[in-house]
Nanobody, 114 residues
């Protein structure tokens, strides 16, 4: 089971930290990604991190503002979001991928508005 948390309504320029937990005994085997979907838009990849945390990738729109991380000992992943913009408004989803299996959470709403 994948569970996201941390979404909120914030003003532009604010920061938020999203968290994601995944109930599996082999958490460290899974690569992780954060995706988002705005109303009427396709779901897009925001950031990804390898199973051991050694490699990260970001969408151009969030580079320098968002940081993805994970703690394999806690079976948890995070997305630190700084300098939030109204265009970051979306439902954010956590995804875990390994060996052809893919697991999604229910999403957490992030709204950036003044």
């Amino acid at each position: 089971q994948v569970v996201e948390s941390g979404g909120d309504l914030v003003q532009p320029g604010s920061s938020l930290r999203l968290s994601c937990t995944f109930s599996t005994r082999i958490f460290s085997f899974y690569a992780m990604g954060w995706y988002r979907q705005a109303p009427g838009m396709r779901r897009e990849l925001v950031a990804s991190i390898s199973n051991d945390g050694g490699n990260t990738n970001y969408a151009d729109s969030v580079k320098g503002r968002f940081t993805i991380s994970r703690d394999n000992a806690k079976s948890a992943g995070y997305l630190q979001m700084n300098s939030l913009k109204p265009e970051d408004t979306a439902v954010y989803y956590c995804n875990f991928d390994f060996g052809g299996a893919s697991y999604w959470g229910q999403g957490t709403q992030v709204t950036v508005s003044s």
